[in-house]
């Protein structure tokens, strides 16, 4: 098997999420006694916490670019950061590596094509769904996109930074996104992309309304395609 490396840290809730699939898949598809073949950077959240200004953003991108090459120099052949909101400077950090970078938006937009889907919300960090960057890439694969509302950017924001980052599940929050999610199929919106890798410990994927499709899960299948070989 190839290995995979993996920016973690951001958060470590996220981090944990991606060893449990990445390994329960790989288990699943290889055999009983395997394990994931992985190399993990954990780094310090609080260097890459609410990012907004370019000098913040330039500071993330040394950062993480200097991460993707402590694995690659660790024997990674693949690497991932796992967090939604850091590939906005995916391509700074892949232009300063020789192995892939595996972007998160893809398999989501693969998974959405497949599956016919023509309109879909997201739902993640105010960087994901407000700006530009992540909204481009998803409308490559085919899929038109329901617009940001102001006060739903905030509340889903609230809801990432200040409690599913700190660990806190709040019964109250898990209401409003489903509320939300129901708000959306009222509004002809086809299916959710789940843009943020901690909102799958808090939105049910298998019991909404609509079809959830969960960044976290989609791309750690991803990882585990690339250490067994099915990708290219």
Known sequence: MRKLGLIG???WAASEQYYRILNLELQRRAG???SAPLVMDSLNYC???R???DAQWGSATEIL???AQRLEGAGASAIMICANSMYKVADAVQAAISVPLLNIVDPVGRAMRAAGVETAAILGTRNVMAERWYRQRLVSHGVSLFPA???VVDMVDRIIYDELMQGVINKASERELRSLITSFDQRG???VALASTELSLLVDTDANILPIYDSTR???LDGVAWMLGDMP
């Open 9 to 11: 840290g951001i958060s």
């Open 32 to 34: 009983a006694g395997c």
């Open 47 to 49: 260097d890459l916490k």
């Open 51 to 53: 990012l907004s200004s």
């Open 65 to 67: 670019v200097a991460s």
């Open 149 to 151: 509302d102001d006060g």
């Open 189 to 191: 919106v086809d299916a």
């Open 218 to 220: 989609l791309h750690a």
